[in-house]
């Protein structure tokens, strides 16, 4: 049996959906008198609006295009007036650069003959290391970015706080790697007695509250073996349904979101008894709490690992490197805020991928 939409009531059922989008794009910018003064902007007759909306004639594509560019003008000139208007009322920090949103990028070179000199594990912890902080790095900007307040389709809301939920686990399991890594590889071989007093303080305290996490419950052991990496056993997937089952969610829980494009269709229901399952498996009666307890954690954790993956890098390098040449390479101009960013979930493919 197919799929198809729900049956439109209202003023709705007697617009196709070409009129209402020109309709609420109208209401926008001019109100509810509006067909007059979108005309205009449009450059065509009141009495071709009339015919537009009463569908006894086509909408041509220019037209859509034309309220494309007019939207776009007025997006960017909303998020310049948003910006200034957080900076006035303290709301987020100026850029320390002063409003000059260039990045300077400098390269540093580790000549692969200064790399030959370490020995197999001292080069394999380097490296692991490195590629544990870009990781990191790349799901944790992912994370913010798309926890950044959007639209407020409540749709969209919904499916993308989900979207969210999916990238922490996932951020939770690579750190996760990376504690294991620096557990074993480090602090459970000659390399740690070595390098722990080589390190710089900071680094030092940074791998101090790492050594404490080996000694308690970790969170992040339970996310990433039963839900970042693995699938929950099939008694676990049962107890995580019975929850949801019993949950306060509503019928908006309980159903998948489809679209032309398979990229932003959405399993709701699958994930909505996954946070179940992974609030249970944390102790947590709450699933919101859970999550919320997860991303508290995610920040400082991340910074530790950074802080000493960068610590053993330094004390590497004054063992075997010597001086470091360091060459500015680039600068990105006009590099967007981070706050000012957002990663939606439904997304026009239409030029992407085929439907």
Request: some cysteine; overall charge neutral.
């Amino acid at each position: 049996m197919g799929i198809r939409p729900a049956d439109k009531t209202g003023q709705e059922a007697l617009l196709s959906e070409d009129r209402y989008l020109l309709r609420q794009i109208g209401i926008f910018f001019h109100g509810e008198e509006w067909q007059a003064p979108l005309a205009r902007d449009l450059h065509v007759s009141e009495r071709t609006m009339r015919r537009w909306v009463a569908g006894t004639e086509d909408i041509p594509r220019g037209v859509w295009r034309d309220l494309s560019a007019h939207l776009e003008t007025y997006n960017r000139m909303l998020g310049s007036l948003a910006t200034q208007v957080k900076l006035t009322a303290g709301l987020t920090q100026t850029p320390r650069n002063g409003g000059n949103s260039r990045l300077n990028i400098t390269r540093v070179a580790l000549p692969k003959e200064k790399l030959q000199k370490l020995t197999g594990e001292e080069r394999s912890l380097f490296l692991l290391l490195g590629y544990a902080s870009n990781q990191i790095n790349a799901l944790w900007k992912l994370v913010v970015v798309a926890t950044n307040e959007g639209e407020k389709d409540p749709v969209e809301e919904k499916v993308s706080a989900a979207q969210t939920q999916i990238f922490v686990q996932l951020l939770i399991g690579i750190m996760r790697e990376a504690l294991k890594l620096i557990e074993k590889r480090f602090l459970g071989s000659s390399l740690g007695k070595e390098y722990t007093p080589l390190l710089s303080k900071q680094a030092g305290d940074a791998l101090a509250r790492i050594k404490k996490r080996f000694s308690a419950p970790d969170k992040f052991v339970v996310v990433r073996d039963n839900f970042a990496f693995h699938h929950p056993s099939l008694e676990d997937m049962e107890a995580a349904f019975q929850l949801a089952v019993k949950s306060d969610g509503d019928d908006t829980d309980w159903c998948m979101y489809l679209n032309n494009a398979l990229l932003n269709s959405f399993f709701f229901a699958s994930d909505f008894v996954l946070i179940h399952g992974m609030a249970n498996a944390l102790r947590e009666s709450d699933v919101n709490e859970a999550h919320r307890k997860l991303l508290g954690d995610i920040a400082p954790i991340a910074n530790d690992l950074s802080t000493f993956a960068f610590g053993f890098a330094e004390a590497i390098f004054i063992k075997y490197f010597g001086e470091l040449t360091a060459t500015r390479v680039a600068e990105i101009k006009c590099a967007p805020n981070i706050e000012d960013l957002r990663l939606p979930w439904f997304l026009n493919t239409e030029n992407f991928l085929p439907s």
